[in-house]
C-alpha cells in the first residue's frame, strides 16, 4: 500500500519532506542531552535553531535533491526524527562528499530504525543520483552510530579530528566511514 506525502520507503519506515509539525519533536530529541551525548553543547538545538535547521534541510533538498529526510514509523505514523543524505558544507580532508546521517528519538531506539533506514536511504541515493560514494562521521566514542556504519556495509577509513572542534575537545577524535557504489 503506497502512502501519500512520502518519498521512498523502507519496510518500516517513510521517508519524506519536513512539515510545520516536525519541529516541536525534532526541538525535543536535538535538546535531550541522551540522545545528544555525543555533541558539543553548541550543536544541541532551541526551538528557534531546530526551525532553522529544517530550513536548512529543506534549501538542501531543493538545491541538490536530497536532505537528512524526516521519517515517520508507517504503523503508527509516528515522526521518528531524521535520516538521509547531505552534502558536506565545511572543509575536510574527505571533502566534497555527501555524507549520511541519522538522529532517532529515544523512544525509538534499539529497533534496528537507524539500520534499516540508512540502508534503505544509500538504495535510494545510488539508484537516483549519479555519485558512487558516500561517508559518515562520529566521535570515536559514539559506538551505537558507527556500530550503524559497520551494519550498513561501510568500510572505516580513518581516525581524524572533526575540523569544526577544538582539538581538546573530548568529541574532537571522529571516526570516518564510507561505502561506494
Known amino acids: 500500500m503506497m502512502q501519500e506525502g512520502y518519498l521512498f520507503f523502507s519496510e518500516r519506515l517513510g521517508f519524506r519532506l519536513w512539515k510545520e509539525t516536525d519541529l516541536k519533536i525534532y526541538t525535543e530529541l536535538s535538546s535531550d542531552p541522551e540522545v545528544m551525548r555525543f555533541f558539543p553543547q553548541e550543536f544541541w538545538l532551541d526551538e528557534r535553531s531546530a526551525k532553522l535547521s529544517i530550513s536548512g534541510f529543506q534549501k538542501h533538498y531543493r538545491e541538490y535533491g536530497f536532505t537528512y529526510f524526516a521519517v515517520d514509523k508507517l504503523d503508527t505514523a509516528d515522526f521518528i526524527g531524521f535520516i538521509g543524505v547531505k552534502t558536506i558544507s565545511y572543509d575536510a580532508f574527505f571533502a566534497p562528499a555527501v555524507d549520511i546521517g541519522w538522529r532517532l ?11 534499516e533506514g ?18 559518515s562521521m562520529t566521535p570515536e566514542k559514539n559506538i551505537p ?35 561506494k557504489k
Request: charged share 25%; proline share 3%; net charge negative.
Open 105 to 115: 528519538h529515544k523512544d525509538f531506539w534499539g529497533n534496528g530504525y537507524a539500520t
Open 118 to 135: 540508512a540502508k534503505r536511504t544509500l538504495a535510494w541515493f545510488f539508484e537516483n543520483f549519479d555519485l558512487d560514494r558516500i561517508v
Open 145 to 179: 552510530s558507527e556500530n550503524v556504519m559497520i551494519k550498513i556495509g561501510m568500510n572505516k577509513i580513518e581516525t581524524f579530528n572533526h575540523p569544526l572542534l577544538v582539538t581538546e575537545d573530548p568529541l574532537s577524535k571522529h571516526v570516518l566511514y564510507e561505502i
